[in-house]
């Protein structure tokens, strides 16, 4: 299992308009391709330096070439979506591989 990890930092003054893009557009379209199985949100309690709030949000996927389908049939097209926010954000992305995974 591979987790496809999105940290991003937002400006304070568009954090709501850009929260509900993602929750109501932007995570639907990530799911909706087919190629991740959920997707998890999450806010990071740390404060920046630089300002701003920090989001994480992880996509979950079955294998590496989901993932690489994503990057070449579905990235481009999805990233473009977001340029209504472009200037207004710094994101970092992270691959990661499930090694295990427990719970009580």
């Known amino acids: ?4 990890n999105v940290t991003i930092n937002i400006e304070t003054a568009i954090e709501q308009e850009w929260l509900i893009w993602m929750k109501e557009e932007h995570i639907p379209d990530m799911l ?3 190629r991740f199985t959920k997707a998890l949100m999450t806010k990071v309690l740390v404060e920046e330096e630089m300002g701003g709030i920090t989001y994480s949000i992880q ?3 079955s294998s ?3 993932l690489q389908a994503y990057y070449d049939q579905d990235a ?8 209504r ?3 207004k954000f710094v994101a970092f ?3 990661l591989d499930v090694i295990s ?3 009580v």
């Open 59 to 61: 996509y979950t996927c």
């Open 64 to 66: 590496a070439s989901q």
């Open 32 to 34: 909706a391709t087919g």
């Open 1 to 4: 299992m591979i987790i496809y």
């Open 85 to 87: 926010f472009t200037g």
């Open 93 to 95: 992305r992270t691959e």
């Open 101 to 103: 995974e427990q719970h």
């Open 76 to 83: 481009e097209r999805l990233r473009s979506k977001s340029s």
